[in-house]
């Protein structure tokens, strides 16, 4: 109990004055790069659709896990939607191409 005065100091005992242990431990392994993303950067050049779908499953994964890839999925995702966006046009084109086929026969 103290007196309530507060002129007395506190004292802090120490009752083990051993070094504390260390126990030697191996570096945390770094995470792999995401097999979605690297897919999605492989399958984005062969199909929009492949990669826009891989990207978006390797986004949510690394976003969970932590994993590497994330600019390999955006990547992919990017590149996907430029992918479907010139298809669309394309499509556009031929059927304005067979509509003034038609008109003109």
């Known amino acids: ?3 309530g005065c ?3 100091a506190a004292v802090l005992i120490i009752t083990d004055m051993s070094e504390p242990s260390v ?3 191996q570096p945390a392994a770094e ?5 979605f993303a690297i897919l999605a950067i492989i399958f984005v050049w062969f199909t929009g659709i492949l990669g826009l ?3 978006y499953i390797a986004l949510s994964q690394i976003k969970r896990t932590g994993e590497r890839g994330h600019g390999m999925a955006v ?3 990017v590149l996907g939607w430029i992918a479907v966006a010139i298809a669309v046009i394309i499509l556009l084109l031929v059927a304005l191409g067979f509509i003034g086929a038609v008109a003109n026969a």
């Open 6 to 8: 507060g002129s007395h």
């Open 75 to 77: 990547a992919a995702v």
């Open 23 to 25: 126990t030697p431990s």
């Open 31 to 35: 995470p792999g790069t995401n097999v």
């Open 1 to 3: 109990m103290t007196c």
């Open 53 to 55: 779908v891989f990207g």
